[in-house]
């Protein structure tokens, strides 16, 4: 207290206040906007793209929440409901960025460098600079740019420009709260179109009439008497028929014939999986302008029901069963299936067998990009297949996309296409097909020609085309390992009545024109699709010893076994014997002991062998894989065992020297013995009778 060397704590140094909450540094947050995903919160990567309300993802992660359906569960993407509602941004990278962190040599580096600059400014995007997308093509300038270079064309392609599809990337609160309100505006507008879209096609419909084939009877308008209002009648005893009889119900009736149609369709199967097929549509004007394909389907057998593609009634699969076998997409435009018909509830269709024909088109669809995406093969994204040397001078509008190909550029498998020599050019026109490369089923139906390459006929070409030649696939296709079959095409217009009735006018082709070899490669392909062709199944499998009828509890080593099966061909509705002459049979223990070409006698299919000198438990497996047939496969497993002991051969003819020997010394020993005991020495007793005297005298 005084003089003594001590000191008075001031109530500063014992007691704090509360803490004071940190502020994140608004510089810090910006630039993560621009280095970071908002979905994943991962580093942005290639392929960055950006939604309506500015903002930076990686393209894997929303396609991934697009198919997962799991955007609405996050508020920053619960505004993106298909590929429309975002862009793929263009980039120009920044030739002085290094990357992020410290350098090998430990020198530091600038955060604030960006790995991306405007290309006419070259400010970095790092939040600094206020950066725009044109919605158009997706370049990615800076407002700065704009304002200091102004221009009627996209500054970044030179393609077109209008200031009101300027989207301004990460922008402030008050922007953010008008895209909002745009989108919302704009979604509104779109969904009471569709309304009055829907309703129009309902009216269509109704004027077309009933339609028993497709199971769906549209509803009258006109007023009909009930049964309170209607007199009744006695019924009349020399009636016979229940269609004469004036007393039967209408409804009973129509009940009646129904049932029978569904007897007799059932009776009369066209494919060997079965015959319902779902058509799915953009709009009722389909049934016209496609309805040598609808009929063609009808007449060879199948229960066709026709849908539009966003029918609120939509389903595949009902109660755990499947409604339909097949699905045909004929709805290039569709944004969302109706129902409960999704990419992932198709996906689990193909899985279950379903087999699956989709043809895309101009205006192409987020449903069937993302649904082509999941089977191995992409669209490419508003453009066209443009060949300058091989189009038609009648269809095309003078854009070179209305291209001829011809039948050499088809698949060799006969199974799919049919005889490709006596097919016509085909007319295609539409977008084209990129197959992943990792995707091992897939099939190359159709390819353009190496002087086609897919671009917007509209816009400057500024970037090397996506497909070109023969990496533009026209009709891809693939085949499960379940043989769940599944086609795409790029081309609606492929299936439709114009195409098929008319004539190839190549350019600078003088010879006279011919009939178009659509229809005749769509039937082929549906054919195949629907499973009416190329499928296999086992009839009939034994195995026995050679003059044996019945197969044994286990075979012997070194036994001769003939081995049969019996395989037959589903074609023209009826199961009858294959006739293919290439298939193996292999018996295996882990690995391949034998493996034997099987000799075809009118679908049986047989070969004799010796089984190898090795015991164990083997398998007969029959594994056969060929471009458009099913995938065959039968195993029949049996236990081959040692020879017993009565089995051996006594005597072995490789072993007669040391037989000879054995039996030589037994004989060599016997003599000996017999000598050595019955023949000794002469001299032997004088020699023994001298040496007792010597004894004696001693």
Request: aromatic residues 8%; hydrophobic residues 40%; contains cysteine.
């Amino acid at each position: 207290m005084g003089a003594d060397g001590g000191t008075i704590p001031k109530r500063c140094e014992l007691v704090r206040n509360k803490k004071k909450a940190e502020k994140v540094d608004k510089n810090v947050t910006n630039a993560s906007k621009w280095r970071m995903c908002q979905l994943s919160q991962s580093p942005l990567q290639k392929h960055i793209i950006a939604c309506r309300f500015g903002r930076l993802y990686n393209k894997e992660a929303i396609l991934e929440g697009l198919i997962n359906k799991t955007l609405n569960q996050n508020e920053l993407t619960r505004h993106i409901k298909s590929r429309k509602d975002f862009k793929e941004l263009k980039l120009t990278k920044n030739p002085a960025f290094k990357g992020d962190g410290v350098n090998s040599d430990e020198s530091y580096v600038d955060h604030n460098e960006t790995p991306y600059v405007c290309p006419v400014t070259a400010v970095g995007m790092n939040g600094t600079n206020v950066f725009t997308v044109n919605w158009e093509c997706g370049c990615v300038v800076s407002e700065k740019a704009i304002k200091e270079v102004p221009s009627e064309t996209c500054h970044g392609c030179g393609g077109p420009f209008s200031k009101g599809k300027i989207v301004v990337l990460n922008p402030p609160e008050e922007l953010l709260k008008k895209y909002e309100a745009d989108l919302l505006a704009e979604r509104a507008a779109k969904k009471a179109a569709k309304a009055a879209k829907a309703n129009g096609a309902v009216e269509e419909v109704d004027c077309a009439g009933p339609s028993t084939k497709n199971g769906e009877a549209s509803s009258s308008k006109q007023e009909k008497p009930t049964e309170k209002t209607a007199p009744k009648r006695k019924a009349d005893p020399t009636v016979k028929s229940v269609q004469d009889d004036p007393t039967a119900s209408k409804v009973f009736k129509s009940v009646l014939m129904r049932a029978l149609v569904c007897i007799l369709a059932l009776l009369c199967a066209s494919s060997a999986l079965g015959d319902r097929v779902l058509v799915l549509v953009d709009n009722a004007k389909v049934r016209q302008t496609h309805s040598i394909y609808l009929k063609s389907l009808e007449d060879r057998g199948h229960t066709v029901t026709v849908k539009l593609a966003d029918d609120a009634t939509l389903n595949l699969i009902k109660y755990g069963e499947f409604v339909y076998e097949h699905l045909i997409v004929l709805a290039p435009s569709v944004e969302e299936f109706g129902g409960t018909v999704n990419v992932p509830e198709i996906l689990k269709f193909i899985d279950g067998g379903g087999n699956v024909l989709v043809a895309g088109g101009d205006n192409l669809g987020e449903a069937v990009r993302l649904l082509a995406m999941e089977n191995g093969f992409e669209f490419d994204t508003d453009k066209k297949v443009i060949d300058h040397l091989n189009y038609d001078t009648t269809l095309d509008d003078g854009t070179h996309t209305t291209i001829v190909a011809p039948a050499s550029q088809l698949t060799s498998a006969q199974m799919i296409v049919g005889d490709k020599k006596k097919l016509s050019p085909v007319l295609f026109k539409g977008v084209a097909l990129v197959a992943d490369e990792s995707n091992r089923l897939k099939l190359e139906i159709l390819t353009a020609a190496t002087t086609a390459y897919s671009a917007d006929p509209k816009a400057k070409i500024t970037e090397y085309p996506g497909a070109i030649g023969r990496s533009a696939i026209l009709i891809g296709a693939l085949q499960a390992r379940n043989s769940a079959r599944v086609v795409f095409t790029g081309s609606v217009d492929m299936f439709s009545d114009k195409f098929f009735n008319a004539n190839v006018n190549k350019v600078g082709n003088a010879q006279k024109a011919t009939k178009s070899g659509n229809q005749e490669l769509v039937t082929e392909l549906s054919k195949w699709v629907l499973k009416e062709k190329g499928v296999l199944r086992v009839k009939s499998v034994s195995h026995h010893r050679v003059g044996e009828v019945e197969p044994p509890r286990e075979y012997t080593i070194m036994d001769k076994v003939e081995y049969k099966i019996d395989i037959e061909e589903f074609a023209n509705g009826k199961w009858v014997p294959f006739q293919g002459d290439d298939v193996q049979m292999e018996f295996v223990r882990i690995d391949p002991f034998v493996r034997l070409q099987l000799y075809n006698i009118n679908g049986l299919q047989k070969a004799m062998f010796t089984l190898p000198d090795i015991y164990g438990v083997f398998k007969f497996v029959v594994d056969y894989r060929r471009v458009g047939y099913t995938h065959l496969y039968d195993v029949q497993q049996v236990s081959v065992r040692p020879l017993q002991h009565t089995q051996y051969e006594r005597f072995i003819p490789s072993a007669y020297p040391y037989y000879a020997s054995a039996f030589s010394m037994m004989v060599g020993v016997f003599i000996f013995s017999f000598v050595f005991l019955h023949h000794g020495d002469k001299s032997a007793p004088g020699i023994a009778a001298s040496a007792k005297k010597a004894g004696k005298k001693d």
